[in-house]
């Protein structure tokens, strides 16, 4: 069989690369929590922080439920983060049903408790309602949030950014502006909602740069857990699932080991590719779940300090 010029140079690729994803060791990483409901979960969760730690992330962050209703959980959990780890810890706040007084308190709270990390968010509307409104004296927005913090304390701020626009807004021109207002009132870093394909990464990455914002953002990654799961919480913030990964977990949802299995090779090599095209930091959606984030860490070559020593 005669190869065409195409066809070698293809071939000349696979062969020159590795068989796994491995990238130089240049990576970070960071991981995101939510705050347990029961002793068992709480135990879940910790079990999952004690096995991400080696991995040296840049920070782990905790989730702050919809109206504040996981508010004492949430501190629980990343006061102990800060205190029994040498991982940094950054708390979401939101302002949803909180007045900025409010939000002021825990602020200081997080800062007395050595949080010096926060994930500032507008939030989602709570149950039922279409559209965010703010409480009488409440912010009304992630930027108003942003700037309260920045007046309060010194606090590293990351906010959230939308590669396929946020499902609110009138228009992605709107979605980037929403952006520039929460940089300009001293975000530091955007970190995204999860996608499936490196492209809509660089593509929103492109537009941020036309725009003029000099933000650093970093990918938000979601290891395909549950795909049915996966599918109605990708429907509900604007975020495209292509068709070949539905065909790639077809047959799986009984099958959780050869799930995982796919789930971290498909995450990793999305990863690889996002590296490829200039990212060094990720973000990972654990779900409170170690395995699939440790196991696409170790493609990547993020692995403890001992392991890469030997």
């Not at 702050?64 to 950054?90: K, L, N, Q």
């Not at 200081?108 to 965010?132: N, T």
């Amino acid at each position: 069989m005669t190869l065409s010029l195409n066809q070698m140079a293809e071939a000349a690729r696979a062969l020159d690369g590795p068989l796994f994803a491995d990238v130089p060791g240049d990576l970070a990483v960071s991981f995101e929590f939510f705050p347990p409901k029961t002793p068992a979960m709480h135990d879940a969760l910790w079990q999952a922080v004690e096995t991400l730690v080696p991995l040296n992330p840049r920070f782990f962050s905790v989730t702050y439920g919809a109206g504040g209703t996981t508010r004492e959980r949430t501190h629980a959990t990343v006061a102990r983060i800060a205190a029994e780890t040498p991982v940094p810890a950054a708390a979401h706040l939101t302002c949803v049903n909180a007045t900025a007084e409010e939000l002021d308190v825990i602020a200081d709270e997080y800062w007395h408790a050595g949080v010096r990390h926060i994930v500032a968010l507008r939030g989602d509307p709570p149950g039922g309602e279409a559209s965010f409104t703010p409480v009488a004296g409440g912010h009304a927005s992630a930027a108003d949030l942003v700037k309260a913090l920045r007046k309060r304390h010194p606090f590293e701020i990351s906010v959230s950014c939308y590669p396929e626009t946020h499902p609110e807004a009138p228009s992605p021109t709107a979605d980037l502006e929403a952006l520039k207002a929460k940089h300009d009132a001293g975000a530091s870093r955007a970190i995204s909602q999860f996608f499936f394909e490196p492209d809509t990464f660089f593509r929103f990455r492109d537009k941020v740069a036309a725009a003029g914002l000099d933000v650093e953002l970093v990918p938000g990654i979601l290891p395909v857990t549950n795909f049915a799961n996966l599918t109605r919480m990708a429907a509900g913030c604007n975020t495209n699932v292509p068709a070949w990964m539905a065909k790639l977990f077809a047959g799986l949802d009984d099958k959780p080991a050869a799930r995982q299995l796919v789930a971290a090779t498909v995450a990793a090599e999305l990863a690889r590719r996002l590296y490829a095209g200039g990212v060094r930091h990720f973000h990972f959606y654990t779900l409170n779940r170690a395995e699939l984030s440790y196991a696409i860490c170790h493609l990547l070559g993020v692995r403890p300090a001992e392991v890469l020593a030997a």
